[in-house]
């Protein structure tokens, strides 16, 4: 199992591009979803989903907009970007909300 | 919604002593209570978690104690060992197509 990956590892973008950060899991998990990693922020959840065609929003959603369109991948997109989405972005799976969350190795983004 | 409190944001311990890390939340519906710690440059990675039907938990050097009336957990590492050093997270939810909402974290380091 590769478990959670994420693509691209690294990534940086001028204000206004978009871009889609790219999350996959082989574990056949219902529940995905998405956190931001900020210095003194921990870690804010952005989006998730309880299964395929199931989405909702976290904590800081504006900016983003995700989809699930099947069990194993979960895009985040960001459609305009801003120096405040410099950030590490962090995609997570799990049975449900109450079990272990398993996370992607992250991707760092910067935004100029 | 669910707020997570986490205290303190860094803790510097002796190498053999114990280190506690504590934790608030706001809804008391929330029934669900992981911590994670993430070592640097990594994604979190789930180390205890507890249920609200449960106080206390332990597993090795490690313990989690829920006190539901307060609504406060704490996470306790004893006999802390260099390889102890790193972020920790607690995060809570409801049920299990529920957010999970983290604390902002506790950098622990663990002196020679």
Same mark, same amino acid.
């Given at each position: 199992?590769?478990?959670?990956?994420?693509?691209?590892?690294?990534?940086?973008?001028?204000?206004?591009?978009?871009?889609?950060?790219?999350?996959?899991? =082989?574990?056949?998990? $219902?529940?995905?979803?998405?956190?931001?990693?900020?210095?003194?922020?921990?870690? +804010?959840?952005?989006?998730?989903? @309880?299964?395929?065609?199931?989405? =909702?929003?976290? $904590?800081?959603?504006?900016?983003?907009? @995700? *989809? +699930?369109?099947?069990? $194993? =991948?979960?895009?985040? +997109?960001?459609? *305009?970007?801003?120096?405040?989405?410099?950030? @590490?972005?962090?995609?997570?799976?799990?049975? *449900?909300?109450?079990? $272990?969350?398993?996370?992607?190795?992250?991707?760092?983004?910067?935004?100029? | 919604?669910?707020?997570?409190?986490?205290?303190? /944001? !860094?803790?510097?311990?002796?190498?053999?002593? /114990? #280190?506690?890390?504590?934790? !608030?939340?706001?809804?008391? #519906?929330? %029934?669900?209570?992981?911590?994670?710690?993430?070592? &640097?440059?990594?994604?979190?990675? &789930?180390?205890?978690?507890?249920? /609200?039907?449960?106080?206390?938990?332990?597993?090795?050097?490690?313990?989690?104690? &829920? %006190?539901?009336? #307060?609504?406060?957990? /704490?996470?306790?590492?004893?006999? !802390?060992?260099?390889?102890?050093?790193?972020?920790?997270?607690? #995060?809570?939810?409801?049920?299990?197509?529920?957010?999970?909402?983290?604390?902002?974290?506790?950098?622990?380091?663990? &002196?020679?």
């Amino acid at each position: 199992n590769a478990g959670v990956t994420q693509t691209p590892k690294f990534q940086v973008l001028k204000t206004g591009q978009s871009m889609t950060l790219q999350c996959a899991q =082989d574990m056949n998990h $219902e529940y995905m979803s998405w956190y931001r990693q900020d210095p003194g922020m921990g870690l +804010r959840l952005i989006h998730y989903s @309880v299964g395929a065609g199931i989405t =909702d929003q976290g $904590e800081v959603p504006n900016g983003y907009n @995700v *989809s +699930r369109s099947t069990t $194993e =991948d979960f895009p985040l +997109r960001l459609l *305009s970007a801003a120096p405040s989405q410099t950030s @590490v972005y962090f995609c997570a799976s799990s049975y *449900s909300a109450d079990y $272990e969350q398993y996370f992607g190795p992250g991707t760092r983004l910067t935004v100029t | 919604g669910e707020n997570v409190e986490q205290h303190p /944001s !860094t803790l510097s311990v002796q190498e053999g002593d /114990s #280190a506690v890390i504590k934790c !608030t939340y706001s809804d008391s #519906a929330s %029934n669900y209570f992981p911590w994670y710690k993430q070592e &640097l440059g990594k994604g979190p990675q &789930l180390i205890i978690d507890i249920r /609200s039907n449960v106080g206390e938990k332990k597993d090795q050097r490690i313990a989690v104690t &829920l %006190n539901k009336t #307060a609504k406060h957990f /704490s996470l306790h590492i004893t006999e !802390t060992q260099p390889e102890d050093s790193a972020v920790y997270f607690c #995060a809570a939810s409801r049920d299990r197509d529920d957010k999970i909402i983290f604390g902002k974290g506790t950098r622990l380091h663990i &002196l020679p």
